[in-house]
Nanobody
Framework: QVQLVESGGGLVQSGGSLRLFCAASGRTLSSYTMGWFRQAPGKERELVAAISSWSGGSTYYLDSVKGRFTISRDNAKKMVYLQMNSLKPEDTAVYYC???????????????WGQGTQVAVSS
């Protein structure tokens, strides 16, 4: 079992930056591919970014966030991060940290989920 807790969300102006944090407890984080999802009101949940199980490993990004968002992890600290720069109003959503067994970075089938953190970007 892995428990995930997100933090770092908030309200920011368009063009601003936020850093999201995901703290894991339970089993070692290094066994899991980690991802950040988001869900905006009235929209389906989408995979924003994912990173393979080792620190500094392969990454995946949703096209609309490429060049603006960076996912990273520190397995020793059991932390996953999402650095979000040049934020846009369309980035407004609840952001969720998630973990899954397996190495497929584009899969949306995750085993463990956090409770989410709200990100709001004003124009």
């Amino acid at each position: 079992q892995v428990q995930l807790v997100e933090s770092g969300g908030g309200l920011v102006q368009s063009g601003g930056s936020l850093r999201l944090f995901c703290a894991a407890s339970g089993r070692t984080l290094s066994s899991y591919t980690m991802g950040w999802f988001r869900q905006a009101p009235g929209k389906e949940r989408e995979l924003v970014a994912a990173i393979s199980s080792w620190s500094g490993g392969s990454t995946y990004y949703l096209d609309s966030v490429k060049g603006r968002f960076t996912i990273s992890r520190d397995n020793a600290k059991k932390m996953v991060y999402l650095q979000m720069n040049s934020l846009k109003p369309e980035d407004t959503a609840v952001y969720y940290c998630a973990g899954r067994r397996g190495t497929n970075l584009i899969s949306t089938l995750y085993d463990y989920w956090g409770q989410g953190t709200q990100v709001a970007v004003s124009s």
